[in-house]
Structure formats: C-alpha cells, structure tokens
T-cell receptor, first 115, second 118 residues
Framework: DGGITQSPKYLFRKEGQNVTLSCEQN?????MYWYRQDPGQGLRLIYY???????QKGDIAEGYSVSREKKESFPLTVTSAQKNPTAFYLC??????????????FGQGTRLTVV | AQKVTQAQTEISVVEKEDVTLDCVYETRDTTYYLFWYKQPPSGELVFLIR??????QNEISGRYSWNFQKSTSSFNFTITASQVVDSAVYFC???????????????FGKGTKLSVKP
C-alpha cells in the first residue's frame, strides 16, 4: 500500500516529557514536511527536509527537533521546551524538492495531548 | 507579505444546495501557485486542485469548480449539488516562487468547515 504512515494516531504526553512522532513514506518522495494544526487554524510549518541528512526550520520550529537519516523516514520530536504542544500534527511529502508547484501528500496525522 | 484569507469559518447547507467557499490571497510575487485541499474527519488532507498564477482559466471537475480572478486576488471554490460526503474542512493555500520564506512552504488559510445536512 503506497502512502504516508504516521504513528501513533493518538499520543498523550506528560508535562516535561519528550515524545517522538513517526512519519514513514514509501512514495519515494524527496521532500518531507511537518505541519502543526490547531483548532480553527490553518496549518503551520514546523520543519522540512528536501534531501536526506538535511532539514530546515519552518515558521514555528522552536521546541521541536527532527532528523532525516533515511529517505523514507522523518521523525519529529516534541521536546519539553515546546510550551503548548497539544495539537494535531501532519506529515506531508512532495515529489521533487518542494511543494512549490506540485501537490503535497499528507498522512492521517497524530493528535498529541499533554496531560 | 503572503497571506491567505478564508473569511467563512463555517458554512451549513442542505443537501443538493450549491455552495461557494471563498479564498482571498496576498502575494508579492508574480509567479505563485494556489491550491485547495479537503480535510475529512479522518484528518488527512486531500489535494483537490492546483492553479498557477499564469493560468486564469476556470476549471470544472464533476460537481467541483474553481474561479480564479487575479484582479481580485481570489480563488473561489464552488460545489454544485452538495452531498453529505462533501462535509469536511476545506483549505486554500498559496506557494510563492521567489518569496516563499521557507522554500516551498504552503501558506494555508484557516479553513472553512462545510457541513452538508441530509
């Protein structure tokens, strides 16, 4: 089955804990992205990677970290430094190097709740 | 600065009604791309359409149609004869070629929640 797999679907985190959200793709796309969605808000870019072993900060990178050791995988770590992590997180991929002029493909998201 | 405005937060219609979702954008660039995505309750975003700034032709795909007007910086989306399965959040998005900030970033509007009642 081709596509993007995000796991887990629901995640609960205690205050002060780091958690890692998984994003795996078998579409052979170069570019991968992490977006955050808050209720009533559009999506905001956290980090993106256009090639293995390289990634760039997006608009709201503070309190998050990523790695891109394999083309297929782009995990996102929500650190304790992120003051308000409760949100819906979406991973996306894009063929070529950017979302500039091609459609992006999205995973089904991870809903993170701080308890 | 680049910006996408979807002024309609929520719209509720009865099945078979036509509905138009508005999208107004701001950009400094002459080359840009506009998108519509659908987010059903399951959460993933589904691509609907892409339009580049040089192509002002309107497009129709089944019950869906899009009206791109550069003069008013609008890219509106109409669903004809709406169905319950059209219930979702719809996002309009913009990507600029030369002033994208984070390269290739999609700038999203806040979305319009469409509820179609039987």
């Amino acid at each position: 089955d081709g596509g993007i797999t995000q796991s887990p679907k629901y995640l609960f985190r205690k205050e002060g804990q780091n958690v890692t959200l998984s994003c795996e793709q078998n579409l052979n796309h170069d570019a991968m992205y992490w977006y955050r969605q808050d209720p009533g808000q559009g999506l905001r870019l956290i980090y993106y990677s256009q090639i293995v072993n390289d990634f760039q900060k997006g608009d709201i990178a503070e309190g998050y970290s990523v790695s891109r050791e394999k083309k297929e995988s782009f995990p996102l770590t929500v650190t304790s430094a992120q003051k308000n992590p409760t949100a819906f997180y979406l991973c996306a991929t894009c063929p070529g190097g950017a979302t500039l002029n091609t459609e992006a493909f999205f995973g089904q998201g991870t809903r993170l709740t701080v308890v | 600065a680049q910006k996408v405005t979807q002024a309609q937060t929520e719209i509720s219609v009865v099945e078979k009604e036509d509905v138009t979702l508005d999208c107004v954008y701001e950009t400094r660039d002459t080359t840009y791309y506009l998108f519509w995505y659908k987010q059903p309750p399951s959460g993933e975003l589904v691509f609907l359409i892409r339009r580049n700034s040089f192509d002002e032709q309107n497009e129709i795909s089944g019950r869906y149609s899009w009206n791109f007007q550069k003069s008013t910086s609008s890219f509106n989306f109409t669903i004809t004869a709406s169905q319950v399965v059209d219930s979702a959040v719809y996002f309009c998005a913009l990507s600029e070629e030369n002033y994208g900030g984070s390269q290739g970033n999609l700038i999203f509007g806040k979305g319009t929640k469409l509820s179609v009642k039987p």
